[in-house]
């Protein structure tokens, strides 16, 4: 079955930049019938959904986090990455990665393709951010 | 974006107990609502989707109703390894939002 795991830095000073990275196994990124996402967890906040792209398609961001995320795909490594730029202590976080099928619902007549739930989820990976 | 509200925050049951979480929307969700269990240490996994629907290979005692705006979870026959803390997650909107998580001890 497929299976993610983030690595990256552990520690990020503020002002610079955080990049994880998340390896799939067990299944290809390039896969029109899925999404990849990024999600990250705090003590204070929760759960936050930072943002998801498919390969050739659409990619959505968390408006909370402005235009600080960018997500990528990189299918020659079956990898997807996450770049955060201007890091503060807030951003200080368990990043996990993980999977979304989508779905497609009708509005209005019109067919869109939303994101919907993830599943499976890599084991996170703690990220600080301090001097 | 919409706002999920859990209740309880936290609770303590005994094992063969029946126990109920529930979750509130801050607006018509329809059924576009799944539920995660995170174990300590461990990554959220997928319970429920669609508010319904048991994922395959999860236990028949958890399961979920609910559409529009407020949505249960509950499990039946209180088991120790359910110690965990639930969550619920709505994708009614292009922004997904989780509930604050249900802390679940086992008496």
């Known amino acids: 079955q497929v299976q993610l795991q983030e690595s990256g830095p552990g520690l990020v000073k503020p002002s610079e930049t955080l990049s994880l990275t998340c390896t799939v196994s067990g299944g290809s990124i390039s896969s029109q019938s899925y999404y990849w996402g990024w999600i990250r967890q705090t003590p204070g906040k929760g759960l936050e959904w930072i943002g998801s792209m498919k390969f050739r398609g659409d990619t959505h961001y968390n408006p909370s986090l402005g235009s600080r995320v960018t997500i990528s795909l990189d299918t020659s490594k079956n990898q997807l990455s996450l770049r955060m730029t201007s890091v503060t202590a807030a951003d200080t976080a368990v990043y996990y990665c993980?999977?979304?099928?989508?779905?497609?619902?009708?509005?209005?007549?019109?067919?869109?393709?939303?994101?919907?739930?993830?599943?499976?989820w890599g084991q996170g990976t703690l990220v600080t951010v301090s001097s | 974006d919409v706002q999920m509200t859990q209740s309880p925050s936290s609770l303590s049951a005994s094992v063969g107990d029946r126990v109920t979480i529930t979750c509130q929307a801050s607006?018509?969700?329809?059924?576009?609502l799944n539920w995660y269990q995170q174990k300590p240490g461990k990554a959220p996994k997928l319970l429920i989707y669609?508010?319904?629907n048991l994922m395959t290979g999860v236990p028949s005692r958890f399961s979920g109703r609910g559409s529009g705006t407020h949505f249960t979870f509950t499990i039946t026959n209180l088991q120790p390894e359910d110690l965990a803390t639930y969550y619920c997650q709505q994708y009614d909107t292009i922004t997904l939002t989780f509930g604050q998580g249900t802390r679940l001890e086992i008496k």
């Open positions: 993980g999977r979304d099928p989508g779905t497609r619902i009708t509005l209005f007549g019109e067919v869109l393709s939303r994101l919907c739930r993830f599943d499976p």
């Open positions: 607006q018509d969700i329809t059924n576009y």
């Open positions: 669609d508010a319904s």
